[in-house]
């Protein structure tokens, strides 16, 4: 083979995908390739390549921090079983590796598998996490949330119970035509606020509306300073927003340049620009995690308040230095004192930027 993909998720099946149309050998190791995935994908519209397999999308976004905020912007859910489709050209083997150089991997049962190998299991390590708990309902029970055509990206507003002070808030967006996913979340915490405790929060929120709970919950923990890796692809490099948690979407547009670059026998390497755009996001998400539990919704409202440009700037390219940098001294110019204090001296509060990468 010319390369083989070690982790079958969608940053995995991305690169695969890629690879495979640029005419390479391609072999995808999972160590189990069919199981179903649970988990929600989603992104906002631009930052989503044109061949993105969208389930359902909006046409705009609402954010209620102190004030309520409209996001002129769209926002998608992408269909998990075109996300997870690969093409005959791709061979598939279910296994685990257990170790690799950059040109074999090694799978638990004596097998060696020869090519380029990218490793995409994920991100590893790491004390900070985004944690939440979901279910779907039907659309019109979800209409005290949500409107139509919109995506409610958060809703800082207290839950109806709680017991910790941590701050979470509601994520409510179509999933379908006629369903709406309903997630508590935490935004940011160390270690990742337990899901026994969202669960009780979202299923409050309900209560209050009247709406039964549905038997079955999507459970999501992201890691979100966990170490960094050269010769990886998605979550693994270090792709994931510390401040939102995303990463499928870079997954999606820098697939073809990763294959252009394995295909070309350049190395799969970090650039410099994205390991400062990391740095600066680490300091983003200490800074973040400082923060009282009444100052994030402060926070959040002036980060909807600066404009379009540069709330795209810091949630958009991993590797877009100048843009991040000048979204952040933007938020802080905007931020009162007491706030600024928070942004300029975290560390000693948070600690997140212990973790190398």
């Known amino acids: 083979m010319d390369v083989v993909v070690v982790g079958g998720g969608p940053a995995g099946r991305a690169l695969a995908r890629a690879c495979a149309a ?3 050998g391609t072999t995808l190791v999972d160590p189990n390739p069919a199981r179903p995935w ?3 994908y989603a992104a906002w519209v631009d930052e989503l390549p044109a061949d993105a397999p969208v389930a359902v999308s909006t046409s705009k976004a609402r954010a209620v921090t102190t004030t309520e905020h409209v996001i002129p912007r769209g926002y998608a859910v992408l269909d998990n079983e075109r996300l997870r489709r690969l093409p005959d050209e791709v061979r598939v083997i279910s296994g685990r590796v ?3 150089t ?3 991997a090694t799978l638990a049962d004596g097998r060696v598998l020869t090519g380029r190998v990218v490793d995409a299991t994920g991100a590893a390590g790491g004390r900070a996490a985004q944690t939440a708990v979901g279910v779907v309902v039907p659309a019109e029970l979800a209409a005290p949330f949500v409107g139509a055509d919109e995506a409610l990206i958060m809703d800082w507003r207290k839950p109806p119970a709680a017991t910790t002070s941590d701050p979470t808030f509601l994520y409510a967006i179509p999933v379908s035509a006629d369903e709406v996913l309903l997630e508590e979340t935490s935004l940011a915490r160390r270690p990742g606020l ?5 669960r009780l929060r979202l299923h409050a929120r309900l209560a209050v509306h009247g709406i039964p709970v549905p038997d079955d919950e999507e459970r999501v923990r992201i890691p979100l300073d966990g170490r960094a890796r050269d ?7 270090g792709w994931i927003h510390p401040a939102t948690g995303y990463s499928v979407a870079a997954s999606l547009r820098r697939a073809p340049v990763v294959a252009e670059m394995i295909a070309n026998g350049s190395p799969v390497a970090r650039s410099a620009a994205e390991r400062a755009v990391r740095r600066l996001r680490l300091r983003g998400l200490a800074a973040l995690l400082a923060l009282r539990p009444d100052q994030v919704p402060e926070f959040f409202n002036e980060f909807f308040h600066l404009s379009g440009s540069f709330q795209r700037d810091y949630l958009g390219g991993h590797d877009d230095l100048r843009g991040t940098a000048r979204a952040m001294l933007r938020l802080f110019g905007s931020a009162g004192w007491p706030m600024r204090a928070r942004l300029v001296f975290p560390v000693h509060s948070a600690k997140v930027l212990e973790t190398p990468g």
């Open 22 to 24: 640029r005419g390479l």
């Open 38 to 40: 649970r988990a929600t």
């Open 98 to 100: 257990v170790g690799h």
């Open 102 to 104: 950059e040109m074999s």
């Open 194 to 198: 337990p899901l026994r405790e969202l």
């Open 231 to 237: 010769g990886a692809f998605g979550a693994a490099a």
